[in-house]
């Protein structure tokens, strides 16, 4: 079992449509979480991050962690053509210099 | 916020030629960078660790002697490919962390083609 697992889609939804994406994990050290939006030949932007459980919002992106069932999730409401991206999540045990672990991406699209 | 500039963004080299890229922290001292790798429609893949003022850690199966690593100063890592060839073409990435949050910044990408 990979450490982190993501489906890689594609995802295809109708502009507006409210998008849920997810990483499962199965390392319950971690505890740093992040998503990142990668446009084609682009480096990954930064999204969210959230430190343990809990919620946090961010204009129409809401990231969700569940520790508990070592899961997390970007949720993204009204979404645009411009959300069409590769969002990757990525986490890590600690906050100091250690390379995050990276899910493989799931690739959106959001068709006008 | 964090910004992380990667030159260049784009480059074509002849086969058995170096390439240098470089990875610079424009807003924040970074000490430790991470170089990355990307295939089409892949994750990343890290290469290497980069520690300011000593040698890199490169991750299992990645060569040292091809990816040469140089962190000489707290906001500058480079990152040669040398004797490149086309197995190498790739998209590589380098990423730091700081600029006031613990969140990663990456670079734009440099996309190698070797011919």
């Known amino acids: 079992q990979k450490e982190v697992e993501q489906d890689p889609g594609p995802l295809s939804v109708p502009e507006g449509a409210i998008v849920s994406l997810n990483c499962t994990y199965s390392n319950s050290a971690f505890q740093y979480f992040m998503w990142y939006r990668q446009y084609s030949r682009k480096g990954p932007e930064l999204l969210m991050y959230?430190?343990?459980?809990g919620n946090k919002e961010d204009g129409r992106f809401t990231a969700q962690v569940d520790k508990s069932s070592k899961y997390i999730s970007l949720f993204i409401r009204d979404s645009q053509p411009s959300d069409s991206a590769t969002y990757l999540c990525a986490m890590s045990a600690n906050s100091g210099n250690t390379p995050l672990v990276f899910g493989k991406g799931t690739r959106l699209s959001v068709i006008a | 916020g964090a910004v992380v500039s990667q030159h260049p963004s784009w480059v074509i080299c002849k086969s058995g030629t170096s390439v240098k890229i470089e990875c610079r922290s424009l807003d924040f001292q970074a000490t430790t960078m991470f170089w990355y790798r990307q295939f089409p429609k892949q994750s990343l893949m890290l290469m290497a660790t980069?520690?300011?003022?000593?040698?890199?850690?490169?991750e299992q199966g990645v060569e040292k002697d091809k990816f040469l690593i140089n962190h000489a100063s707290l906001t500058l890592s480079t990152l040669t490919v040398t004797s490149a060839h086309p197995e190498d073409s790739s998209f590589y990435i380098c990423?730091?962390?700081?600029?006031?949050?613990?969140?990663?910044?990456f670079g734009s990408g440099t996309r190698l083609t070797v011919v």
């Open positions: 980069s520690n300011e003022g000593s040698k890199a850690t490169y």
């Open positions: 959230t430190y343990s459980s």
């Open positions: 990423s730091a962390r700081g600029g006031g949050h613990w969140g990663y910044t």
